[in-house]
């Protein structure tokens, strides 16, 4: 039993895990200390709920590249509103955030669903769209610090949402989808609601994660989390979600963004520049992929050398 | 007479450019055990999908204990009490086996969550009950062929089912597995469910069944009971002629040997294979599916690269890295899957014949010549008899049988002296298989060694001059025409010999 | 055996060539309206210069997708491209044909390694390429931090700026005009054309029979790397600057100019005059809304909903020819 745990990918990712804190500690002590990994946790906790609705998505053999939109979309029409209204109450604009990016997931979600459109086009598609609303919406200005009341500024920092896909039967369903479709019809799955789910859950995170981010930061942009599509695919990679589909752990999922803010941090800290962080991830993907796959390919080779012959 | 619990009425579905099911009655009734029995492509595989939801029908009615029901998705068909243990593997790889089991109808506890102690408990009841040995935890990608099979009947099980169907479930079955089959079929006829069984093998039908009903080009053709009935009757309605007409085996001479094959293996799907080839000689290769026919072919033809062994083609030893150098040697490979690997359907049947030689047939070996491809196509099209509009002609516009001729021409324009075909007449009508194997008696005439992959021994028996049986992976026999026979094929093939 | 109307891909194709004509028409006549400044010669003439680089990558995306592939790192190519040729002639003083020759050369050798990385080692290309074109980007942020260099020799900017002679025909232009006619014989007249449309339709069938799948992959993402670093030397010379953030968010509307065009996103079809309409209509309605002062992250809400039907209507074309050929067979 023990050994099962040994093997299994979590568990080597929490001891890189621990492996790089103890690293970076040795190299640059401040990074050891209370408020700081209250920083990381505050900075990741956001990425975690949002790479949650990612790690769905790319279950079903899917992608989405529009949530970085749907955030910056989400959390500037709140602060806009709250801009212009600071009466209405803030479990109202909470309500609202969520019911903003329900819609823009839901957008995606129907494009997928109903009308049989690959994932990757639709929200390379409503990437650009959400995006330009932005722009649209707050007709280029930015909100700022001032112009949020100071109940907004203070909402609580959001926790952890972690989605368990163990629980729920949707949630196996779209391990099945994304493992094998014609078995998943086969079996009754009913494939347009199981394609849709993942892209309105993520869109209502977003919603959520557009109001607490604009919160946090005190300031809402054009090019808000501009590197959240990237961040999020990449925790799912390195938390060792497979790109076609079918297999991940939400655990898996949660290492993978802790591991990249702990990297995020530490470069802070060691003083390299931010520009390394586009790269940076860019080759971590990349390397997490090829890994994934080569493992793949030795583990299938095993088996059927295991039918010895 | 026992209640008719499901009964099909002038049942079509039509799909662009088959008729799959064109006019069909069946009825079954509680604790019967029914044979559908059919040659490949005769429609048996769509009328379960009918009868699952997975499809639903284009004309005709479906009756549930005499009232007329529409099942327009598996869910519906699984409420009423049909299961289905379907031809294809239809698991989920990266999950467990009591996630496989589950899947589609997870237990729930009241509030909408997940109840893994009940699922787990019934499928390591399933297990018991059929004494089968797998851990309900194992990840599906990690379990045999077979083990994968009994998974998928475990998962028609758990449903609280009054008809139990089970397509060609021998396929991937030992000897022993198949008696353990057979145990569970007779414990749930015990228990008043009523079993279909489909199959084209006869020897099974007599084994198990207790009614049978034919089908044939999609069409209805007789039925009755199963100890009433002779076996010519059956193989009459089954085939639509008499089993000379079939296989015309003509007898050439055979002239040296133009092919041999020494100490093959790949490392994980086969081991140690040696065999020869002569001018003028079918070769037959028989196995079950697993047994590793296909890969040793795939191997031989440059797909896929061998671990050890050496090919001599004309006595020189040769070296195949890829399907080009196989061609140039003068090697061709007919696969078994013509839609998969065979034609490439969103094309005209010009291009598909050409594309091996296409460069060869181009000016300059770039610029495209549409009228040296025409040539072509009219000499092997016409040659071979395809029925078609136009050589521009989608191919996925024409029927199973006219592809597998498009496939077959395609090949051929590559004049080879060494023709491997897998399963040439799988899932062909009758006519066209006659045709296929009338074409290869003329090609063996035409001082060309064939080798043929077969799953169907009248096949393997009516058209071979030598046959290889193999068995996981290795050479389990070998027999001449004159020595060959059913029953000792089979055997060597389960791995008895 | 009874024919059913003959539907080849020949057939499907010249409908939506049709359709997309008079899309183009549609967006002349809006645009002419909306503003007159839109039918004069000498301004589109000019506006080709803000398209032609994209449009001369849309030539190798063709081939890509209907192969069955994606890349969507091309606009990395051209960040970093661009920095390798700042870094050449910032530091080392390189003239000219050296900076062409360094543009081309790093767009060829990242093209190399996606294509390695994609047939080789057998990662889906969508992942390597999405991971690439923050990889790529992300290396001239590191080299370039946020400055930018602008000291390039007088003789560069004939490229991306220059005209023919005395004529106002711009030089990218010709270039482009040059390449579409080359990369159309190509897809049509050609065996490999051949090969890429078998490829994309089944590629293990195009494997069984003889074709080397792996390798025409290898040289499409070749080609694409090349041909990206050929749009980098345009832009770099015609903005005559580079900073690491340039071509941003090319990748969608190339893909939605190749995908509008006729090619299934799938692979299997497509046809260089789709493609050629397209790249017109597209870059005409980017200069329409230019007239009318559109700003450019708007422009890109119109990019995004043009992908979202770009996909829908060739989709729900094919699926009425499927319908309409089930019912003629149960007649």
């Known amino acids: 039993m023990f050994e099962k745990v040994l093997k299994k990918r979590e568990f080597t990712l929490f001891v890189l895990l621990v492996f790089l804190i103890v690293i970076i500690s040795l190299r640059s002590p401040r990074f050891l200390n209370i408020a700081n990994f209250r920083d990381i946790l505050d900075d990741t906790a956001l990425l975690a709920m949002v790479a949650m609705g990612q790690f769905m998505v790319i279950l079903i053999a899917g992608i989405d590249l529009s949530v970085g939109a749907e955030v910056a979309l989400a959390g500037m029409s709140v602060a806009l509103l709250h801009q212009y209204h600071p009466e209405i109450p803030i479990f109202a604009i909470v309500l609202l955030s969520i019911l903003i990016g329900f819609s823009l997931g839901s957008f995606n979600g129907i494009l997928v669903s109903l009308l049989g459109i690959p994932p990757i086009i639709v929200t390379l598609g409503t990437m650009g769209i959400y995006r330009g609303f932005v722009f649209v919406v707050s007709g280029g200005t930015w909100v700022s610090a001032h112009e949020m009341s100071d109940a907004f500024k203070n909402l609580p920092r959001g926790g952890f949402l972690g989605v368990s896909n163990l629980l729920f039967r949707a949630g196996r369903e779209i391990y099945g989808v994304g493992g094998n479709e014609i078995a998943s019809q086969y079996v009754g799955i009913n494939l347009k609601k199981i394609k849709y789910l993942p892209f309105m859950l993520t869109g209502s995170i977003c919603g959520l994660v557009g109001l607490l981010w604009v919160a946090r930061y005190a300031s809402a942009q054009s090019d808000t989390a501009l590197g959240f599509n990237l961040q999020t695919i990449a925790a799912c990679v390195v938390g060792g979600v497979s790109i076609f589909g079918g297999s991940g752990t939400t655990l898996g999922v949660l290492l993978g963004v802790l591991l990249l803010g702990v990297i995020n941090n530490a470069l802070t800290q060691i003083n390299i520049s931010p520009f390394w962080q586009m790269g940076l991830q860019g080759l971590i993907i990349l390397v997490a992929v090829i890994i994934n796959t080569i493992m793949e390919r030795r583990t299938q080779e095993l088996i059927i050398r295991r039918r010895n012959l | ?497 | ?331």
């Open chain 2, 1 to 497: 007479m026992e209640q008719c619990l499901v009964e099909v009425r002038g049942i079509k579905k039509y799909f662009p450019g088959i008729k799959a099911l064109d006019g069909v009655d069946f009825k079954i009734r509680a604790g019967e055990v029914h044979a559908l029995i059919g040659e490949n492509g005769a429609g048996k595989s769509t009328l379960v999908k009918l009868l699952t939801g997975v499809y639903q029908p284009t004309d005709g009615k479906i009756l549930l204990r005499g009232k007329e029901v529409g099942f327009a998705s598996p869910h519906t068909s699984q409420r009423a009490g049909i299961a289905a243990i379907h031809q294809e593997v239809t698991v989920f790889p990266e999950l467990t086996v009591i996630e496989n089991v589950f899947m589609g109808h997870h237990i729930k506890k009241p509030m909408g969550l997940i109840d893994w102690g009940q699922m787990r408990e019934k499928t390591g009841a399933l297990l018991e009950k059929l004494e089968v040995d797998i851990d309900p935890d194992a990840r599906v990608k990690n379990l045999s062929v077979a083990e994968r099979h009994l998974v998928e009947i475990i998962k028609a099980l758990s449903f609280d089912v009054d008809v139990v169907i089970m397509d060609e479930p021998t396929s991937a079955l030992s000897l022993e597995e198949v008696k353990d089959l057979y145990q569970i079929i007779r414990q749930l006829k015990k228990e008043g469910k009523a079993v279909i069984f489909i199959s084209h093998k006869l020897d099974e039908v007599y084994e198990i069944a207790d009614y049978f009903t034919v089908l044939r080009d999609g069409k209805y053709i007789g039925e009755g009971l199963v100890k009433e009935a002779g076996v010519d009757k059956i193989v009459a309605m089954m085939v639509g002629r008499s089993l000379s007409q079939i296989f015309p085996k003509v007898d050439v001479e055979q002239g040296p040997t133009i092919f041999r094959v020494k100490n093959l293996s790949k490392t994980g799907l086969f081991k140690d294979i040696t065999f020869e080839l002569h001018e003028g000689e079918i070769l037959g290769f028989f196995g079950l599916v697993g047994s590793g026919r296909s890969e040793v072919m795939q191997v031989i033809f440059g797909i896929d690269q061998l671990s050890e062994g050496e090919i001599f083609i004309n006595g020189e030893k040769v070296l195949i890295r890829n399907p080009t150098e196989a061609l140039d040697k003068g090697l061709s490979y007919i696969p078994e899957d013509r839609q998969q690997q065979g034609a490439i359907l969103k094309m005209n049947i010009r291009e598909n014949v050409t594309l091996p030689i296409v460069n060869e047939l181009s000016h300059a070996r770039k610029f495209l010549n549409k009228k040296g491809e025409l040539k072509v196509t009219q000499e092997y099209g016409s040659r071979l008899d395809i029925k078609a509009s136009s050589w521009e002609q989608l191919v996925e516009t024409l029927s199973g049988g006219n592809q597998q001729k498009v496939v077959l021409a395609k090949w051929l324009a590559t004049k080879p002296k060494i023709l491997i075909l897998d399963e040439p007449t799988k899932g062909i009508d009758v006519p066209t298989k006659a045709a296929v194997h009338k074409f290869m008696g003329e090609l063996a005439k035409q001082r060309l060694g064939m080798i043929m992959i077969s799953s169907e021994l009248p096949e393997i028996l009516g058209m071979s001059d030598n046959i290889v049986v193999m068995h996981e992976g290795c050479i389990a026999a070998r027999f001449t025409r004159e020595e060959a026979s059913a029953e000792k094929i089979i055997k060597a093939a389960t791995g008895h010999i």
């Open chain 3, 1 to 331: 055996m009874k024919s059913t109307k003959t539907m080849s891909i020949w057939h499907i194709l010249m409908q939506w060539e049709v359709i997309l004509f008079f899309m183009l028409v549609v967006v002349i006549v809006v645009n002419s309206s909306l503003s007159p400044y839109f039918l004069d010669l000498n301004n589109i003439l000019r506006t080709t210069f803000n398209f032609t680089e994209k449009a001369i990558i849309v030539l190798p995306m063709m081939f890509i997708i209907i192969c069955a592939d994606i890349d969507i790192s091309v606009a990395g190519i051209i960040a970093l491209s661009s920095c390798f040729m700042g870094l050449a002639s910032q530091h080392l003083g390189a003239g000219t044909p050296a900076l062409i020759f360094i543009g081309l050369l790093t767009g060829l050798s990242v093209g190399i390694l996606n294509g390695f990385i994609i047939t080789k080692i057998g990662i889906p290309a969508i992942a390597v390429t999405l991971a690439g074109l923050f990889l790529f980007r992300g290396i001239a942020y590191v080299i370039l931090g946020d400055m930018a260099v602008t000291t390039y020799p007088e003789s560069f900017a004939y490229l991306g700026q220059g005209c023919i002679g005395n004529t106002r025909i711009p030089f990218q232009l010709v270039l482009f005009i040059i390449l579409a006619i080359i990369f159309g014989i190509v897809l049509h007249k050609t065996t490999y054309g051949r090969k890429l449309f078998a490829i994309g339709n089944n590629s293990t069938a195009a494997r069984f029979s003889g074709i080397n799948v792996d390798r025409i992959r290898f040289f499409n993402f070749a080609l694409i790397g090349l041909l990206s670093g050929l749009a980098s030397v345009l832009l770099t010379s015609r903005i005559g600057s580079t900073r690491p953030n340039i071509a941003s968010g090319w990748e969608l509307e190339i893909i939605t100019i190749v995908v509008l065009g006729g090619v299934y996103i799938f692979g299997g079809t497509g046809s260089i005059l789709g493609v050629v309409i397209s790249i017109l209509m597209v870059g005409l309605m980017r200069f329409g809304m230019g007239l009318i002062n559109v700003p450019g992250l708007v422009m890109n809400i119109a990019m995004g909903f043009l992908l979202i039907i770009a996909i829908l209507l060739p989709g729900s074309l094919r699926e009425l020819q499927s319908k309409i050929l089930t019912k003629q067979q149960q007649q």
